[in-house]
């Protein structure tokens, strides 16, 4: 590879004025963005901002309504991703792109297989690529694998993976690290250094400014579809970026101010669980939770988490193990119970769990309580009562919506998200389960939604809160269990927790580690 | 007017009476009989032009069968009148429709209605009952039961004696035993002459619940048993309900036939499944036995190659006994009640050898003639005397 | 399903008259256009034909008897309404499971099995005073029918057993069924060929014409309860939730498996229905040849309908005045029953398609076509857990 | 509890005796009964398949009744029209071929495919309810074949003839133990013999091949696949209307190798029956074919019964129930079967929905 830093040489990549429009959107308005060779280009922009939309552009994913894009000084017109891969031009999506069913060789090679002949694959040239590809990144990689029982910390790097099968030019990781540890994070930024290294381009999303600073050679910051403000990350600090990107000054930390637990409410004594596909997934969980305090319970996302919280809740039938609350045994009791028996669980995935996408926004904010008065006298519903508390819902949480009788599925995510607060939120409550409340929220949204948490808790109810985002859980926590392997590893101080200890406890489960690794590879 | 040439049925009616003893139900005999007492039947004889119409049974036109012939028996007495309108026919898609077709002719005053098959029994008596200036015939529609105001009897007393108490409705059937003795004659000269004689002839029906289906496999047993009493004559029935597999399923039918013939060894194989048959008798050619045919000449109707291996076919006239029924109208003769077709008035017969007449001697020609001249007499029970019609495992 | 925008751009409000062409349009031109379709099928097959004299005019005569036997008189509007009505309670069967994210093919056998029950108990109640003998019978039926989708439903809920399936195998057992018992127990002994005894008094009386019977009355108020039901309770609530989301519906409270029990066998119980008016409506007994088309008919109303209850009652409705219609197009034009098939397959055709329609009419309003509905999220939702 | 064993004496021996004459009477029938076993289960087991490779790549396929109905009447009504020009038949040694009955067979099967390259473009390109396009071709085959049907049977004509069975040597058909299996597989029509060729040869390709890995791509997250450059409607078209040459060689087994002749609705249901075998044989082709096999084995079965019902105190347990209920067997036990053993089976994820290129994420 030749040296080719110099200033002076046409940028790898240019895209100039692109313009996109979706009905009713402008999700790109004239965005130029040059990326030189080797350099690692940070992208930043609140949720909606247009991130997405322009990679997706340049990935020949969507077609520009105007603008032009230029490979090494030529304009090119990208036709679609077969054209984009031949191109050199690769994508790790911010959203898996992987195939469940299928193993981890399969969902590398595929569309670039490897072929005995010209009808049949030849499988263990293609296992043995996967494995030369791994080691050389530096990760052991079973090719053989389904994709869809790997935890997602590994889901990602096989996403990565699959972008260096193809030998980018340029690469573009929209969110790479939303889902991983602090450790697999710097395991990641490593294979990009080295990339850039060799000379490779780089576009880089995410919404964590602490990892823009550090791997970035410059950061653009879009703001409703328009460039404000390009940096490099010597002249610039978070709070800065922050405001360049939501276009007023944000609160980053969360005051969370002084919290005064009472009794138990949430005791669980050796909880034991399995996974949708009947493997143990909480292995003998204890844990309580006190009225007034949040409890997070930290981990790599796949550590029995989502198992643990559905265990609590109703969802899933614990196999071992009690849960109490109030000191009234509710094991196996089901969702509708737990429900009114003052527990809201607000769950991890809004799509699946938390709303009805094609229903109407009112019938979505009495998804939990539609059964009672005033929205039912006997079966019959009232959807006048309905709609009036929708519309006062609306009001309070401030949710964006032109109506209350629009489908679910127009509202943007974060106000899919407040909606889900707004239901579960609006009572009084016993226990408040959060999983992962704000995964993929902008700035502005993840402060209105910790704002509601702290009001709840200081109202006194018991919160347990789950999130992979380690910082969420360290600036809300009065207490933190790391979960390792569906165990809790560890129980610590919420205000006095060092990140990097419970980073490293997540990665690796701490003492328990030989035990729990021999558990988990069993 | 071309009436004149109209077969006097009314006349040989009454001497069709005393032979149901011998060849159909017993139970509805007497009141089967067509009473010579009865109200004169709407007469049509100097109408010019009579708009005949004809409802079939669930299933197609094309069915070489009742739907078929009583279709082709209806345009040929048109013809034969000199009606110049075609003959429209209805073909229902459902038991629910039945009444309503008919009820499209009666709307459009139709003068003449044909209806077909035991399972419009019910609808075309209701349609009589009500509309008593239209002539209604009924194919294989008897020994019908009607209440003394002349509707329908849905429980089968026969209080009311049909050609009194509905002047305007005939119904014609056959004696499919008669038909079926015939072919079982030629059936057990035919296996006497096979290379192998296995002894064993077979039949295959459509579906228990057809009752002239298991009249033709009665009298086909019988007949076989005539000529040799130690004859195996193996029967089987495709399903045992009204599926599409009864009568209209020829891949299924030689399916079945196939697996009839391996667990069986027949030499000959009588096929009394309409369309499903015509599987049957693909079945028996490719296992290089003999096959019968049903209802019409069906060395003819198939024709090459598929009837390489037909020895004869156990023949029920539908389609002349209807244009007589229709001639008889314009005549102004037709009696109500019922008419039984059977060896008397020619209603029934086995059908040509054709290419396979060197097979056999002149014994089978005098044993059917013997038979023939029985069944004229009525000394010949090609029946069993109880259950005759219903299917007994 | 595809999300589309509210935000649809601001035009200047169109005239009334080309606000209604934009509504009317595509159900006009596809009509137009399905008839068109049957012409050319007729024109067509009067060359293969042989031996009948060609006239170019047959597909008028065709059609204007179909329009006459369908709508010529009151004789024929009943006729009409007496083949709509089990098509209007199949309809309502197969949408409603569409609603649940079922897809309920068993229709057909749960419509046989409704009319046995029904028979069972009206042959029993012949003589009993009319108003106990009619509901008892029609109770009857709307078990059996029941019963007969609980059976699926069930297996659904208890060991994940596909509805399809299952209610396809039903639809054959359903015929052996009905013949075990109509050639056995319920057989009038003396009749010569497997029939049952009149159902009596337990038979709808008529209320328009000569052949309208009250069923006709009963579909309205049933398309009018399954509506309330679907949209107006916490029933149907849940039974749309679980259909539109399994996994949201649960974690709201609701009990899917229950649910879809409880759908399979409404469900059911509404294509006995269906059965049990024409037994009780049109033929007052069953012969071993009682058969049906509306259970398979029926998917292409509630399909039609787009699932929706009263959408059922119009596409009812379309298909039963072609049924009625038929019979008359046979005598005055000879020509076969199945063309009417050919006339509803193409005028579903032309709605699927009807984006290319608007397209070349260049009609603009956003209108979510017949594409979307429920239909085929029911082969793709499981019941979750 | 205590009585368990005295229940038992009372009515094991009994029940064990009639189960072993169950097993026994099994033994008996089903190998010399297999090549019927084999017919039954052919259309079945290539409607099937048709249908394993369109939901494999996300479309829902309920047409295939009706594809099947079409290419079993063009293949007989294609060999009306085209015998009287070859004059008298002259088939070939093997399997009877004759070029109009070659003939005949490509119009069945170019018929179907064209049909699935109309549910192609209705449910792929205008992204229509799949299940609709499919109940529109199932309604249009049964309305269109039926009413041409009346209108050219009314003549009677004959058909191009059938393909005929290939007669394996006895050595082979005698072998113990085995050659029951290799009649049932080789003494068949040329259709027929193809089946196991076709299911093994899919099986391999559909999880083997490239074309394979990206339908199973597509049919399970259609958006993956198009990120790494597949394209993915040219992908469903090509497997719906690949799909459609198996819907046609099944419909044309039934008119032009199972029998010579075509009836109004003479798939009877085999079509849905196929998709059943499909989802018990969980959408791939050695399980369809597995599920058709036993479908088959019970439907001939219920015929055996029918025809030489076993003797003994089974065969008086027999008598003693209507006739009706062997005929219903083969679906009650695959309802069974489906309940009991089966289970759920889990569909491709993105079966049934249609795939917009630009969605939003
Ligand atoms: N296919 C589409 N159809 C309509 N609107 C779309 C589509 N894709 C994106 N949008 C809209 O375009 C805008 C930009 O979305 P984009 O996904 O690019 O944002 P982003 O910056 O990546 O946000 P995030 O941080 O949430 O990933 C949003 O308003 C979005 O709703
Ligand atoms: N596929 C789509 N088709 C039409 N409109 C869409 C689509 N996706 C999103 N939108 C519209 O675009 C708008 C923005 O959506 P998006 O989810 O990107 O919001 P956002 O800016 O990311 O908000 P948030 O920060 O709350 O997530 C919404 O109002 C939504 O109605
Ligand atoms: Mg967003
Ligand atoms: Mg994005």
Request: glycine share 10%.
């Amino acid at each position: 590879m030749t040296d080719e830093t110099g200033p002076t040489l046409a940028p790898a990549l240019e895209m100039r004025g692109i313009t996109k429009r979706y009905p009713g959107v402008i999700a790109n308005d004239g965005i130029s963005l040059q990326v030189r060779p080797g350099e690692i280009h940070a992208l930043l922009g609140e949720n909606g901002a247009g991130k997405t939309t322009l990679m997706n552009v340049l990935y020949g994913l969507a077609t520009p309504d105007e603008g032009e894009i230029l490979l090494d000084g030529q304009p090119v017109a990208i036709s679609g991703p077969a054209d984009a891969i031949a191109r050199g031009i690769n994508m790790v999506h911010q959203h898996f792109m992987l195939v469940p069913v299928l193993s981890v060789a399969e969902n590398i090679l595929l569309g670039d297989e490897t072929m005995a002949n010209r009808i049949f694959l030849d499988r263990r040239e293609a296992r043995r690529r996967i494995v030369e590809l791994g080691r050389r990144f530096g990760f052991e990689i079973d090719p053989d694998a389904k994709v869809g029982s790997l935890s997602v910390g590994w889901q990602q790097r096989v996403e990565i993976l699959k972008a260096l099968y193809r030998k980018a030019r340029i690469l573009v990781l929209d969110e790479p690290t939303a889902v991983l540890t602090p450790q697999e994070t710097e395991e990641i930024f490593g294979v990009l250094r080295r990339l850039a290294g060799e000379g490779h381009s780089i576009v880089f999303i995410s919404h964590k400014l602490y990892e823009v600073l550090e791997i970035a050679d410059r950061i653009t910051v879009i703001r409703r579809g328009r460039v404000v403000g390009e940096r490099l990350p010597s002249a610039t600090d978070e709070d800065d970026l922050a405001e360049l990107m939501v276009g007023r000054e944000v609160q980053l930390t969360v005051d969370r101010g002084v919290s005064h637990p009472a009794g138990p409410v949430l005791q669980i004594r050796g909880l034991e669980a399995r996974d949708d596909r009947g493997q143990a997934a909480v292995r003998g969980v204890d844990l309580e939770v006190r009225a007034g305090e949040i409890f997070g319970i930290a981990g790599v996302a796949g550590n029995g988490q989502d198992e643990l919280v559905e265990a609590i809740v109703g969802l899933r039938r614990p196999s071992a193990g009690t849960v109490s609350l109030a000191g009234q045994d509710v094991t196996g009791r089901s969702p509708r119970k737990m429900n009114e028996a003052g527990v809201a669980y607000v769950p991890a995935d809004r799509h699946r769990f938390g709303l009805i996408l094609s229903f109407p926004l009112a019938d979505n904010l009495v998804l939990t309580s539609y059964y009672r008065k005033p929205y039912a006298r006997g079966i019959v519903r009232d959807p006048k009562a309905i709609l009036r508390d929708a519309t006062t819902t609306i009001e309070r949480y401030d949710i964006r919506t032109p109506a209350a009788t629009v489908r679910a599925s127009t509202l943007s995510g974060g106000n899919q998200q407040k909606a889900v607060v707004a239901r579960e939120f609006d009572r009084d409550l016993e226990l408040l389960v959060l999983d992962q409340p704000t995964r993929g929220l902008d700035v502005g949204s993840i402060e209105f939604i910790h704002r509601q948490v702290i009001a709840k808790r200081d109202a006194g109810t018991a919160v347990l809160l789950v999130s992979a985002e380690l910082d969420e859980v360290l600036e809300m926590s009065d207490r933190i269990g790391v979960m390792f392997g569906g165990r809790i590893v560890a129980v610590l101080d919420g205000r006095t927790a060092d990140k990097n200890e419970v980073g490293l406890l997540m990665a690796t489960g701490g003492a328990e580690r030989v035990a729990a690794l021999a558990a988990t590879s069993a | 007017s071309s009436s004149a040439t109209a077969v006097p049925i009314a006349t040989a009616a009454p001497t069709t009476a005393p032979t149901t003893a011998a060849s159909t139900a017993p139970a509805a005999t007497a009141s089967a009989a067509p009473s010579s007492a009865a109200t004169p039947a709407p007469s049509f004889a100097q109408m010019p032009n009579l708009k005949i119409g004809v409802v079939t049974d669930i299933g197609t036109l094309d069915d070489k069968g009742y739907n078929e012939f009583s279709f082709k028996g209806a345009q040929d007495g048109a013809i034969a009148i000199g009606v110049t309108d075609p003959v429209p026919s209805i073909v229902p898609k459902d038991a629910s429709e039945y009444a309503a077709d008919i009820q499209q002719f009666v709307s459009q005053k139709y003068d003449v209605i044909v209806t077909v098959g035991f399972n419009l029994t019910a609808a075309t008596v209701s349609a009589a009952h009500a509309n008593p200036k239209i002539r209604f015939v009924g194919v294989d529609q008897s020994p019908e039961c009607i209440t003394p105001a002349g509707a329908n009897d849905a429980a089968f007393a026969c209080k009311g004696v049909p050609a009194t108490a509905l002047p305007n409705y005939t119904s014609l059937y056959f004696a499919e035993d008669q038909a079926g003795y015939l072919a079982g004659i030629v059936a057990a000269y035919a296996d006497k002459g096979a290379p192998t004689p296995t002894g064993v002839i077979g039949a295959i029906g459509g579906t228990t619940l057809c009752a002239p289906c298991v009249r033709y496999i009665q009298g086909y047993g019988l007949g076989a048993k005539s000529v040799n009493p130690a004859i195996v004559v193996k029967s089987a029935y495709v399903t045992h309900d009204f599926s599409n597999a009864a009568f209209n399923d020829p891949a299924g039918g030689k399916a079945f036939a196939q697996t009839f013939i391996q667990a069986n060894k027949p030499d000959v194989l009588f096929q009394v499944a309409g369309k499903t048959g015509n599987g049957v008798i693909e079945a028996a050619c490719a296992a290089n036995i003999y096959g019968i045919g049903v209802d019409v000449d069906q060395w003819l109707s198939l024709g090459a190659p598929a009837n390489a291996c037909i020895i004869t076919s156990a023949e029920k006239h539908v389609e002349s006994a209807v244009a007589q029924a229709i001639e008889s109208i314009a005549g102004g003769t037709l009696a109500a009640g019922d008419i039984l077709f059977n060896a008397k008035n020619d209603g029934i017969s086995a059908a040509d050898f054709h290419d396979k007449a060197s097979l056999f001697g002149p014994a089978v020609t005098t044993a059917l003639q013997t038979a023939l001249a029985a069944m004229q007499a009525g000394t010949l029970q090609t029946c069993p005397t109880t259950g005759c019609g219903v299917y007994a495992p | 399903m595809t999300k589309r925008s509210s935000l649809a751009p601001n035009r200047p409000g169109p005239s009334k008259v080309a606000r209604a062409w934009e509504i009317l349009a595509v159900p006009v031109v596809v009509t137009l256009l399905s008839l068109l379709v049957g012409a050319v099928v007729i024109l067509g097959s009067e060359l293969i034909v042989t031996g009948r004299k060609f006239d170019p005019f047959l597909w008028f005569t065709a059609y204007a008897a179909l329009v006459q036997g369908a709508f010529g008189g009151t004789d024929a509007i009943v006729s009409t309404l007496v083949y709509t009505t089990p098509l209007v309670f199949g309809g309502l069967a197969v949408a409603f499971g569409f609603k649940a994210g079922l897809f309920n093919i068993g229709a057909q056998g749960q419509f046989l099995v409704g009319a046995l029950g029904a028979v069972i108990v009206g042959v029993a109640l012949a003589d009993a005073p009319a108003p106990i003998a009619i509901v008892a019978a029609t109770m009857a039926g709307i078990i059996a029918g029941g019963l007969w989708g609980f059976i699926p439903g069930f297996l659904k809920a208890v060991s994940g057993a596909h509805e399809v399936v299952s209610t396809i195998m039903l639809n054959y057992v359903a015929v052996q069924l009905l013949a075990a018992l109509v050639s056995g127990p319920l057989k009038v002994p003396k009749s010569p060929s497997p029939v049952t005894y009149d159902v009596g008094n337990a038979a709808y009386p008529i209320v328009i014409g000569g052949t309208g019977h009250i069923g006709i009355i009963l579909a309205i108020v049933a398309a009018g309860f399954v509506w309330w039901l679907l949209f107006r309770t916490t029933w149907g609530f849940e039974i749309r939730s679980v259909g539109a989301n399994p996994d949201a519906a649960r974690y709201a409270g609701m009990r899917p498996k229950l649910l879809t029990i409880a759908t399979m066998t409404f469900s059911g119980g509404l294509a006995g229905l269906a059965g049990t008016s024409v037994l009780l409506g049109v033929t007052h007994s069953m012969t071993s040849a009682f058969g049906t088309t509306v259970g398979f008919d029926s998917i292409a109303v509630a399909l039609l309908a787009r699932s929706n209850p009263i959408g059922v009652v119009a596409a009812a409705l379309l298909f039963g005045s072609m049924r009625a219609g038929a019979g008359l197009m046979q005598i005055n034009a000879g020509i076969p029953v199945e063309l009417v098939d050919v006339l509803q397959a193409t005028i579903l055709l032309f709605l699927v398609a009807s984006p290319v329609l608007r397209r070349v009419l260049r009609l603009r309003g956003v209108q979510a076509g017949i594409a979307e509905t429920a239909a085929t999220n029911a082969l793709g939702t499981e019941p979750t857990d | 509890m205590d009585l368990t064993p005295f229940i038992n004496g009372l009515y094991g021996i009994p029940v064990f005796g009639v189960l072993l004459q169950v097993i026994g009477y099994l033994v008996a029938v089903i190998p010399p009964n297999a090549p019927n076993i084999m017919q039954q289960a052919t259309p079945l087991a290539l409607a099937a398949l048709c249908g394993v490779l369109c939901e494999r790549s996300g479309v829902v396929n309920i047409g295939i009744e009706g594809t099947m109905l079409a290419a079993a009447f063009t293949a007989w009504v294609v060999g009306v029209a085209i015998q009287p020009m070859f004059g008298t038949p002259n088939p070939s040694d093997i399997f009877g071929i004759t070029i109009p009955l070659i003939i005949s067979l490509a119009a069945g099967v170019g018929v179907a495919m064209a049909i699935s390259a109309l549910h192609a473009w209705l449910s792929i390109s205008l992204r229509a309810d799949q299940i609709i396009s499919g109940t529109i071709i199932n309604i249009a085959a049964v309305g269109l074949t039926g009413y041409l049907n009346q209108l050219i049977s009314q003549n009677s004509p004959a058909g191009a003839g059938e393909f005929a069975r290939f007669v394996p040597p006895t050595a082979l058909t005698n072998l113990p133990g085995i050659g029951w299996i290799l009649a049932m597989l080789l003494n068949q029509g040329p259709i027929s013999i193809s089946v196991i060729v076709l299911v093994i040869g899919t099986q391999l390709w559909l999880f083997r091949s490239r074309w394979g890995l990206r339908t199973r791509a597509v049919g399970e997250h259609p958006r993956a696949a198009e990120t790494v450059g597949i394209d993915v409607i040219r992908v469903r078209y090509r497997n719906v209307i690949l799909g459609g040459a198996f819907a046609g060689l099944a419909g044309a087994f039934l008119s032009i190798e199972a029998t010579n002749s075509f009836q109004d609705d003479m798939t009877a249901g085999r079509g849905f029956i196929a998709l059943a075998a499909m989802i018990m044989g969980r959408w791939t082709p050695i399980g369809s074919f597995g599920a058709a096999l036993l479908f088959a084995t019970f439907l001939q079965l219920g015929q055996v019964i029918n025809i030489s019902p076993p003797s003994g105190e089974l065969g008086t347990i027999m008598a003693s129930v209507p006739p009706q209920l062997f005929d219903a067997l083969p679906y009650i036990l695959t309802i069974v079967i489906l309940a009991g053993v089966v289970g759920r089976s889990i569909p491709p994820a993105a079966d049934g929905q249609p795939y917009e290129r630009e969605a939003a994420t």
